[in-house]
């Protein structure tokens, strides 16, 4: 996996654009069960391949998907153009199962791919390497594996087939920005794919899913991750606004914004990316609630981006709670926790700010260096006080601070800078 991407590497995009949106849609969208529904309830392969017949998505709009993803702070689409059903959302030439014979007929991955384009805005496509669908494909009842006749099953035809799709998606929709594997559960190794994929679209980026160690690592629906030190490699997390599956559900729990802020802030204020995911029904339209959680979060993010993707500050604030992040005079508290009480005391760090706000609301934090009455003994630290810590509970907040140097130094040298000084509002 790659530590960074040189500047000049078209492949650079992905260090800068840092909050992507994920998109599960396909013909399982007509029972709105989950996106792996032959899998997990045992669908027999007649009933669930005529969804393809009832797959008409009338209300589909491109622009108005790129609409809310922008007003949304997402900077990068990922989306869905074969799932492990085999079923291809695009316009194929190596097999019938696609999108261009439904009632749709319409090739989808085109359209995004041709909106993305007018607005310079990253598209990468997401392939399953297990397909239930091609008779080639030794699907042997492993994980996220159906079973089908062994006596077709060919490892290197299937290899042909899924290379020349490879080469059909990044020869015939412009520049696109990524090739998203999911699912090589036999553990196939084949450079030449990822090869092909190179010398096709040079400013792809390829995880680590697919047949080759790929450019980054992608943790799923993992909360917790590398004991809060940044991440060594490149690595792009993922998570869904359903709690039950990728794709459109009837009848779906959602998880709380909450809960996916925590997990954005926790990734991306470590150094990595992170794709949040919804599903579109079969007409094209986002649920109201994936909406409204969409929504919230974008509002959000756009508030403490500035936070999120600076550099990582591993080791300057001693607090499990928060982390650290910031460039030269610049320092943000990335609260993953509400505070317990009305002040924040910054164990090791005694460097008095100029200025301090919650970027969330753009409220003034009071500062001091003095110690609190019940610990005049201990050493001097940068207390933040009068926190508005009853209203710091439905969102993760952040606390920016402004120094009149650069304060990202080692421990030793920022002690040497501690100034004492009174208290005062900034």
Partial sequence: MKKSFPAEDPRNWFT??????????????????????RWRYGTPEKIYEAYKDRFDPVKFDPVQWLDMIQENGMEYLVFTVKHHDGFCMWDTKETSFNVMNTPCGRDIAGMLAEECHKRDFPLEFYYSCVDWHHKAYPNLGRHHEIITDPEYHNMDEYMDFLKRQIRELCSNYGTIHGIWWDMNVPEYMDESVHDLIRSLQPAAVINNRGYGEGDYSTPERNYFSNGFLPFANLTEACDSVGMNSWAYRKDEDYFS?????????????????????????????????????????????KKVRSALTAPPCPGLVKNANYLCTGNGDRLYLVLLEPPAGETLNLEGFAVMPEEAHILNTGEKVTATLEPMSYTLAAERRLRLRHLPADRMNDEIFVIELCFAGNVIRPQKSIAAEIRCGSEKEL
């Fill in 16 to 37: 800068l654009k840092r909050f992507g949106m994920f998109i599960h849609w396909g013909i399982y969208a007509v029972n709105g069960v989950h996106e792996q529904e």
């Fill in 257 to 301: 914004v909450r809960k996916l802020e925590k997990q954005i802030a926790l990734y991306t204020a470590l150094g990595g990316n992170f794709l949040l995911n919804a599903g579109p029904d079969a007409e094209g339209l986002f649920p109201v609630q994936s909406k409204e959680i969409l929504h919230k979060i974008g509002v959000w993010y």
